[in-house]
């Protein structure tokens, strides 16, 4: 496990890049399949990682209480070299509940991924919609547990999404989110 932090190239405002990615569910989405949210909560993420099992409910808490955001888990790693990351294994634990975001995306490719600079899971990435589509309003800690086994005291991610339901600039600071690294195929 290498600790990392992220460093998106996305910058406040820039339009989230488009992708079509194969869901759990057998279904394919693009940005357009969550056109009629508010707001869409992108997370690099992954079945494996500690730091990324950490935020599994904060995740479903998320997509069960806002149902103008679309919280959507993308799945970029290499699951030759980490067979915990399989579509497999994906669904399994969509199946068993242990995942209830909107959507499980796979991104065999990585390309996506390195679209969005994800560097770690988890790597959030907020965005409001605006004028017909999605711009960058935070990225960063989801909440202030650095360490799987921390309770956080603070939900930065709940904040962001409060000030975008609410019509607000999303005043925070966009302090790194903290994972294990994306595990990138060897070229």
Same mark, same amino acid.
């Given at each position: 496990?290498?600790?990392?932090?992220?460093?998106?190239?996305?910058?406040? =405002?820039?339009?989230?890049?488009?992708?079509?990615?194969? =869901?759990?569910?057998?279904?394919?989405?693009?940005?357009?399949?969550?056109?009629?949210?508010?707001?869409?909560?992108?997370?690099? *993420?992954?079945?494996?990682? #500690?730091?990324? /099992?950490? /935020?599994?409910?904060?995740?479903?808490?998320? @997509?069960?209480?806002?149902?103008?955001?679309?919280?959507?888990? +993308?799945? @970029?790693?290499?699951?030759?070299?980490?067979?915990?990351?399989?579509?497999? !294994?994906? !669904?399994?634990?969509? @199946?068993? =509940?242990?995942?209830?975001?909107?959507?499980?995306? !796979?991104?065999?490719?990585? *390309?996506?991924? %390195?679209?969005?600079?994800?560097?770690?899971?988890?790597?959030?990435?907020?965005?409001? %919609?605006?004028?017909? &589509?999605? %711009?960058?309003?935070?990225? =960063? !800690?989801?909440?202030?547990?650095?360490? #799987?086994? &921390?309770?956080?005291?603070?939900?930065? +991610?709940?904040?962001?999404?409060?000030?975008?339901?609410?019509? @607000?600039?999303?005043?925070?600071?966009?302090?790194?989110?903290?994972?294990?690294? +994306? /595990?990138? %195929?060897?070229?």
């Amino acid at each position: 496990m290498v600790l990392e932090e992220s460093e998106s190239e996305l910058q406040e =405002g820039d339009p989230a890049p488009n992708f079509e990615l194969s =869901g759990t569910d057998g279904e394919t989405y693009t940005l357009e399949s969550f056109a009629e949210s508010e707001a869409l909560l992108l997370v690099f *993420t992954c079945n494996h990682c #500690p730091y990324a /099992k950490a /935020k599994f409910d904060l995740l479903n808490e998320l @997509a069960a209480e806002y149902d103008d955001v679309s919280v959507v888990g +993308i799945n @970029a790693n290499d699951a030759e070299e980490y067979p915990d990351d399989s579509f497999e !294994r994906m !669904r399994e634990l969509v @199946a068993d =509940g242990t995942i209830a975001y909107d959507v499980y995306l !796979r991104d065999e490719s990585q *390309t996506v991924a %390195r679209e969005y600079g994800a560097v770690c899971t988890p790597d959030p990435f907020l965005f409001a %919609r605006e004028d017909g &589509e999605f %711009r960058l309003v935070y990225q =960063g !800690r989801l909440d202030d547990a650095l360490n #799987p086994d &921390e309770e956080p005291t603070r939900f930065q +991610i709940r904040e962001a999404i409060d000030a975008v339901l609410a019509g @607000a600039d999303v005043d925070l600071e966009w302090q790194p989110s903290q994972g294990c690294s +994306i /595990k990138w %195929r060897e070229a």
